[in-house]
């Protein structure tokens, strides 16, 4: 059998606090990351995320079990050894001071360079190949001080890049980023585990471009269970529901995202076709309304025809030029 | 893409501090009580051997002597704040911030208030004895109070470490007041002295210890380069770069508090310098890298120590300023000019 660039093996993680039990957050963790996979690590907050993520980079302890980087227990592996093998980009380490971009990326090179931290051809090569890898090669010449939050964090990425490490851990990373950006971020990163045979873990809040960008999905709950799997399996076999579970939010498996969970009043028909109609759902089900698919459930229906929405209530019939006009209407009459 | 075109600035840059600090050493040679010219200066470095002039005295035994102090006194103590402020991640540090000068003004405030009362032999008659024993108290005093917070230094994180060397500042402070009120005025006076800081009190018989330990210790930081540029984006990141962050730490602060301590044992402790050079160098060189900004410093240092002991001398007038207070009214200026053209000093740090 091939060594696994990362293989846990019964891994404990949680905290020491000095005179106190170790606080445990995640237990029994048989986990391996395979050359070109990206996956992420999805669970609610305050699960542990981050404490997985720096007790797999070696930064701190595990509480039990073992955690081995190419064949290598990580626990005897000197700073210098971890980081070739692992990059970390975390939370609290959006950078500062007077850097420029390129000067933060080539602290990557750190653990590749001499004492004195000098950049020899390689490292320059590997340096400006990174900066276009992320997009970042135009905050190459501008200080860091000057940068948005999302630009910082592009930064940061290419730092780790710029280790070149087989081991990528990405503590949300898509924190600060708008959207567009995020789904960027992703598909960047997606890119690089595929193409460069990396092993890419990144722990994210967003589960909807998780579950379209990740090869694999490890979901930690609550009770510190870790379960793995493909997005897609997860998602059928109802785990991403149970990972999350809580009153307030209903999984659709069918949109494949969660919904805020409200005790509906009235359920509705709506006849029509094409985006007017999905809207409409989507702003009817918001103010309470249960969508039914057979008009004869419901009293209320609503028929969406080209910019007129006709509504019908136990025999009484009245037309909206707009959705909003609709919407305030039925906020109005509460039916 | 090549890498940021600031390099030829920081070189020219470079080239101008360090032409600045030679002829603010040749200044301090020449001026003073008495100007001296150029050529009598000369005349006493390469002249006839055997010639036992009063000038050539001057120059070699004196002059020379407290330029050097000086300028080595300068470079130690900004290399030793730049360390302070970029383990601590703040501006505000300053060499001392460990409390290495309250330790050793407890040590002098001992030998000058309670032994010298107590054994007036010790002292009196044998001038150089005297400094010594002075130079032995600052340096011991500052050595026992290093100790102390570097013993706490594997333990807890920098900002209690920062907290820590103030309160033992504070505490030590306190023990020597308490010296000071049972203590007779010419005393006070005398302990006062020590305190305003000279640069004239290292003598070649001393400069073999003194220059030691600082070129040591500046040679030595140039080896933290690396690590240092690594600390100032946090301790954490440090580590994922494969910085062992602990050892770098206490290198760094054992490294900055000798310099410092060495200076204060010597010279007295010397205020404001340390904080001052660092911001001067970052301000000048608009970088955080060490691998600039420790030489930076040792010449910025330099020339600002040179600078303010040309004025604590104050040529053409009689008498001399407290060099305490000269740096700090060279220095305050500096660092306000500072702040105000680049806005926000925190910057730097975060």
């Known amino acids: ?335 | 893409m090549t890498q940021p075109a600031s390099s030829s600035r920081s070189v020219l840059l470079f080239a101008l501090l360090g032409a600045g600090v030679l002829a603010l050493l040749l200044a301090n040679i020449c001026l003073g009580s008495a100007t001296i010219s150029l050529a009598d200066v000369w005349g006493a470095f390469f002249g006839d051997s055997s010639d036992e002039s009063v000038m050539r005295q001057i120059v070699l035994d004196f002059r020379l002597p407290r330029a050097l102090t000086a300028l080595l006194a300068g470079s130690a103590l900004a290399v030793a704040g730049l360390l302070m402020q970029t383990i601590f991640r703040n501006p505000l540090a300053d060499p001392f911030v460990l409390g290495v000068n309250s330790g050793a003004s407890l040590g002098v405030a001992i030998v000058l208030l309670v032994l010298a009362p107590a054994g007036v032999t010790l002292t009196q008659g044998l001038e150089l004895s005297g400094h010594l024993l002075t130079v032995i108290a600052a340096t011991g005093g500052a050595a026992v109070v290093l100790a102390i917070v570097l013993s706490f230094a594997q333990r807890v994180d920098v900002m209690s470490l920062l907290i820590l060397g103030l309160m033992l500042s504070y505490a030590v402070g306190a023990v020597v007041s308490i010296l000071m009120f049972y203590s007779m005025a010419e005393r006070i006076q005398s302990f006062f002295a020590w305190s305003y800081g000279t640069f004239g009190n290292v003598a070649w018989s001393h400069m073999r210890v003194f220059g030691t330990c600082i070129v040591s210790g500046a040679v030595a930081s140039l080896f933290l380069c690396k690590p240092l540029d690594a600390m100032l984006m946090g301790e954490r990141f440090a580590e994922s770069l494969g910085t062992n962050v602990k050892a770098v730490r206490i290198f760094a602060l054992g490294l900055a508090s000798l310099m410092a301590g060495t200076v204060t044992g010597f010279c007295g402790p010397i205020g404001f310098l340390g904080i001052a050079a660092p911001h001067l160098c970052r301000y000048l060189f608009k970088t955080a890298q060490h691998r600039v900004l420790i030489p930076a410093s040792l010449l910025g240092g330099a020339a600002i120590a040179l600078a303010a002991d040309l004025v604590a001398k104050a040529p053409g007038f009689d008498g001399a300023l407290p060099l305490n207070a000269v740096t700090a009214l060279v220095g305050a200026p500096v660092i306000i000019a500072a702040l105000i053209r680049q806005r926000n000093l925190r910057k730097a740090f975060g």
């Open chain 1, 1 to 335: 059998m091939s060594v696994k660039p990362l293989q846990t093996e019964s891994l404990r993680v949680g905290y020491k606090i000095k005179g106190q039990e170790p606080r445990t957050v995640a237990s029994g963790l048989d986990l391996e990351l395979v050359p070109g996979e990206f996956v992420c690590l999805l669970g609610p907050n305050g699960v542990g995320k981050s404490t997985l993520i720096r007790s797999l980079s070696g930064m701190q302890a595990a509480l039990g079990g073992s955690i081995h980087i190419s064949g290598t227990d990580v626990s005897s592996m000197s700073p210098k050894e971890k980081a070739r093998s692992v990059s970390v980009v975390l939370t609290d380490s959006l950078p500062v001071g007077m850097f420029d971009g390129y000067s933060v990326v080539a602290l990557g090179r750190h653990p590749h360079t001499s004492w004195t931290g000098g950049l020899g051809a390689e490292d320059k090569e590997r340096i400006s190949w990174v900066l276009e890898a992320v997009g970042a090669g135009h905050l190459a010449h501008r200080q860091i001080s000057e940068l948005s939050d999302g630009e910082r964090q592009k930064i940061m990425i290419a730092r780790a890049l710029a280790q070149e490490t087989q081991i990528m851990l990405l503590d949300e990373p898509t924190a600060f980023l708008d959207l567009p950006r995020r789904v960027e971020l992703m598909r960047t990163l997606r890119d690089l585990a595929r193409r460069e045979g990396l092993c890419i873990l990144l722990s994210t809040h967003d589960l909807d471009l998780a579950l379209r960008s990740a090869d694999k999905l490890w979901l930690l709950a609550s009770d510190g269970t870790l379960k793995t799997g493909m997005p897609e399996q997860l998602a059928l076999e109802g785990e991403i529901a149970a990972t999350f579970a809580s009153g307030e939010v209903d999984w659709d498996p069918e949109q494949g995202a969660f919904r805020m969970h409200r005790n509906a009043c009235a359920k509705v028909y709506v006849g029509g076709t094409g985006a007017e109609r999905v809207w409409t759902c989507r702003a009817l089900s918001r103010i309470g309304y249960e969508v039914v698919d057979n008009e004869e459930e419901s009293k209320l229906s609503i028929q969406v025809i080209e910019n007129c929405w006709r509504v019908s209530f136990e025999g009484e019939n009245f037309e909206c030029r707009s959705l909003s006009e609709l919407v305030e209407r039925l906020l109005g009459s509460n039916v």
